[in-house]
């Protein structure tokens, strides 16, 4: 308790206060840009945080990683541009929410959501990090093969409406992740011998180019009509009713976001992604999903804010980072000369009730300032069609040039827009697009790795427990619609 | 301004290092007398992402890099390739010395492969700016307790080894180990990266993992994994009691190294003076402090002539391994 109250001491500081509202603010601002992620802001500030206290620069890098990925939804939901690959999932129906009028409840949503996900976890990470952080090692190529294949098991029911229509779209997802180096066999896969394509298609050009550039050509394709702006009348945040209706997907989404993020080889992304097929699994309303579902936006932000706290369990309690910013951190306080490890909790624990506190602060901010400049925000939507899109195109160009610093991303980005248009003239969704080619390389790295694991033999996977809890989950996932039909089918029979 | 600038992509990217700097509010010196070298901003290219290991390295050199040499310097990430696009991009740029990349032996093993537009002797050593040794590490649950034991099982069956990369430093270093101990040629599991490396090795899905101390401390001082062997000829000063491959016979120096070089055609003068400042920047509180605290060897850092023997030795050798392997003909 004196550990808590020194980190307190510390903490109420004003000039750390103004640390972790200068990091807020900045991760807001970092998120909601496409092409600058938390990642991106983290690595350039890194050697200004060196000058500071390890206090200091904890609090200060810790506020930003937990308000960049709120961040990243607000750009989301109002011009379906998601300003962090982790936000991706919450466009799905975040878009259609404000094209329906109602930004200003799912940008509240969102903030909400973040922000009991975010504290959810880090309560997790205060309580439970070294204990928790034992299970990454539980975690090898067979057991993260088996999570990607749950994963990837329900992509047929995500996105459109035709099993067929998702499935042929999770494909090309795949196809797509194919692309690049090949880990386990150093082979390089369909670069046609340019540089930018050897690691592999960049992630953030293609969801800028699915989501805002096919949406760009969608307005411009309407040419004439009548904009969609004059619906929103007023701006309303979310009711209690919604909250209700949410409770569900942000509980269910805030344990599983953290779990997903204490695994060192997945992230935020990941994260939003299967926990917005678990929520779309147990809503009891599926059919909105997809046309602006309110547990749809909930559900993945829960998730990509608890991801947070949980990528920091293996940060701190194994010096093995959870992600790619908490990578940064990482660097950033062994610079500092602060040893992560188990150690770590018995040696500086005032040190990490400054780094909860601030990460908890951090959440708290956010959520003030995110209900608070909603309805400002929304107002983005009534900007007229004229102005705001050709607006988005330029951000969409340098957001996709700007992290590698490449032109050829900007082509793959324009590239994704087309067939995003096309994806919608023709029925497609771009999440299991999405899908495909976040867990595809997973599923087939995984796969690969683990047979080398096991000398080619197949039946090995069956002697790992948690191999066989996932695939026992997966398949009872596939196998509960037919299960469910049959018994209809039998008591009509019966009746 | 515009006129200065060859074309509007380097405009934009040099406006958007610009921006982000000011964003950071780092202060920047102001541009430097046009007449003498350095006389415009220095880029530092690297194949890391933002972020990577490399791109750090960069950035503590860069905290002290304005003072020592009296001009701004920026970072220009080109990642692809393992390395080609960062020597792709710096060939294309004037050979006045404003370009300097910092690589590691993955570049050399990529210009040997003839994957990048760059031949070797076209590259200039200036100076070393990390030397990292690698180690041999087992999960605490291993049967395997000294490096005798190691060398002895791997005589007997293939051992598995976690390493980065196929083709890359690690998996060089252990091919050339194995050899040098005359084990059974090993069979090698790729991952993503050094953390991936320590967890499979603490849960024994590999035999043996190949790291730099940084990346297990923590696992070390925990006992969740035991350094059997260091593959360079020195013991490393935070592990005392772990042999050096020296100590158990065997002539072999691999560590993970980063250092600056520039591409052939700057003029000798100016080799000297970026030798002179980037050592200088090198020398400075901030990078001395890294060096230190991430386990990195105290004499990382080496003027030309060093870094350029370690280069031609690395050069010579890793030709060698690769056309072993096949990668090479």
């Known amino acids: ?495 | 301004m515009p006129t200065k600038t060859p074309t509007h992509i380097r405009l934009t990217r040099r406006a958007f290092a610009a921006g982000s700097a000011a964003a950071a509010g780092l202060a920047w010196s102001p541009l430097g007398a046009q007449e003498k070298f350095p006389s415009k901003t220095i880029e530092v290219v690297t194949h890391a992402g933002v972020g990577g290991g490399t791109d750090i390295t960069g950035r503590m050199m860069m905290v002290h890099a304005p003072e020592a040499f009296g001009t701004e310097f920026a970072i220009v990430n080109k990642v692809g390739g393992s390395g080609a696009a960062a020597l792709a991009y710096a060939a294309s740029r004037p050979r006045d010395g404003h370009t300097i990349l910092l690589i590691t032996q993955t570049h050399l093993l990529t210009v040997m492969q003839g994957k990048a537009p760059v031949k070797y002797d076209e590259i200039v050593g200036l100076a070393r700016a990390t030397d990292d040794p690698q180690f041999l590490m087992v999960g605490k649950s291993s049967p395997l307790k000294t490096a005798q034991e190691m060398i002895a099982a791997g005589k007997t069956k293939a051992l598995k080894f976690g390493v980065t990369q196929l083709g890359g430093v690690d998996h060089l270093a252990v091919l050339g180990f194995a050899k040098k101990a005359g084990m059974q040629a090993p069979t090698i599991v790729p991952f993503r990266g050094g953390g991936d490396i320590v967890i499979n090795t603490v849960s024994a899905n590999v035999d043996v993992g190949i790291l730099n101390y940084a990346e297990a401390e923590s696992q070390l001082k925990a006992g969740d994994v035991r350094a059997l062997v260091t593959l360079t000829p020195k013991r490393l000063a935070p592990l005392p009691d772990v042999p050096s491959a020296k100590d158990i016979g065997l002539d072999i120096n691999y560590s993970t190294v980063r250092g600056f070089v520039t591409l052939k055609g700057v003029a000798d003068d100016r080799l000297k003076a970026l030798e002179d400042g980037l050592l200088k920047a090198m020398k400075g509180q901030m990078y001395a402090t890294y060096i230190e605290r991430s386990g990195q060897s105290a004499d990382s850092v080496v003027g030309r002539g060093p870094w350029q023997a370690q280069l031609d030795g690395f050069y010579n050798e890793g030709q060698a391994a690769l056309k072993e392997i096949g990668l090479l003909k």
Request: aromatic content about 10%.
């Open chain 1, 1 to 495: 308790m004196d550990a808590f109250f020194a980190g307190m001491g510390v903490l109420l500081d004003p000039y750390m206060l103004f640390l972790v509202f200068a990091g807020t603010v900045l991760g807001i601002v970092v998120g909601a840009l496409p092409g600058i992620s938390g990642s991106t802001t983290t690595a350039l500030l890194l050697p200004l945080t060196i000058a500071m206290t390890p206090a200091a620069a904890i609090a200060f890098l810790g506020s930003l990683y937990c308000a960049a990925n709120f961040g990243g939804s607000i750009t989301a939901i109002l011009i379906n541009t998601p300003g962090d690959p982790s936000a991706s999932a919450t466009a799905f129906d975040g878009y259609p929410m404000a094209a329906r009028g109602e930004a200003g409840k799912a940008l509240g949503i969102s903030a909400v959501a973040s922000a009991i996900g975010g504290i959810f976890s880090v309560f997790v990470l205060i309580v439970a990090a070294p204990l928790l952080a034992r299970m990454a090692y539980q975690f090898g190529p067979p057991e993260y093969f088996a999570l990607a294949v749950f994963g990837l098991s329900m992509v047929a029911a995500i996105g459109g409406d035709s099993p067929v229509k998702n499935l042929l779209a999770a494909a090309l997802g795949v196809l797509l992740a194919t692309v690049g180096l090949d880990l386990t066999t150093g082979v390089e896969r369909f670069t046609f011998g340019a540089y930018a394509l050897s690691d592999g298609i960049e992630f953030i050009p293609v969801l800028v180019g699915l989501f805002a550039i096919s949406e760009l050509l969608e307005q411009a394709a309407q040419h004439g009509a009548v904009q969609s702006y004059i619906k929103l009348k007023k701006v309303e945040l979310p009711t209690l009713a919604d909250f209700r209706k949410c409770a569900k997907a942000i509980s269910l989404s805030s344990v599983i976001g953290t779990f997903i993020g204490v695994l060192p080889a997945l992230g935020a992304t990941t994260a939003a992604l299967i926990c917005y097929n678990e929520t779309r699994r147990w809503s009891k309303h599926k059919e909105e999903f997809g046309r602006g579902a309110i547990e749809g936006v909930a559900g993945p932000e829960a998730a990509n804010n608890a991801a947070v706290g949980g990528a920091m369990v293996p940060t701190l309690a194994l010096g093995i980072p959870g992600s790619t910013t908490s990578a940064i951190i990482l660097a950033g306080l062994i610079i500092q000369g602060i040893r992560p490890g188990p150690h770590l909790f018995t040696e500086q624990p005032t040190l990490l009730y400054v780094v909860f506190g601030s990460m908890f602060a951090a959440n708290l901010l956010y959520l003030v300032m995110g209900l608070g400049m909603a309805k400002l925000f929304a107002r983005i939507a009534l900007i007229p069609a004229t102005y705001l899109w050709p607006a988005v195109f330029v951000l969409s160009v340098v957001g996709s040039y700007a992290p590698n610093q490449s032109m050829f991303d900007v082509w793959v980005m324009l590239a994704a827009g087309v067939v995003g248009f096309l994806f919608r003239r023709y029925g497609f969704s771009p999440a299991p697009l999405i899908m495909g080619l976040v867990l595809g390389k997973l599923v087939e790295e995984t796969l690969k790795q683990s047979l080398l694991i096991f000398d080619r033999n197949w039946l090995m996977f069956l002697t790992r427990p948690v191999v066989v809890v996932l695939f026992a989950i997966t398949a009872a996932g596939l196998a509960a619609p037919a299960l469910l039909r049959l018994w209809r089918f039998w008591r009509a029979s019966a009746a």
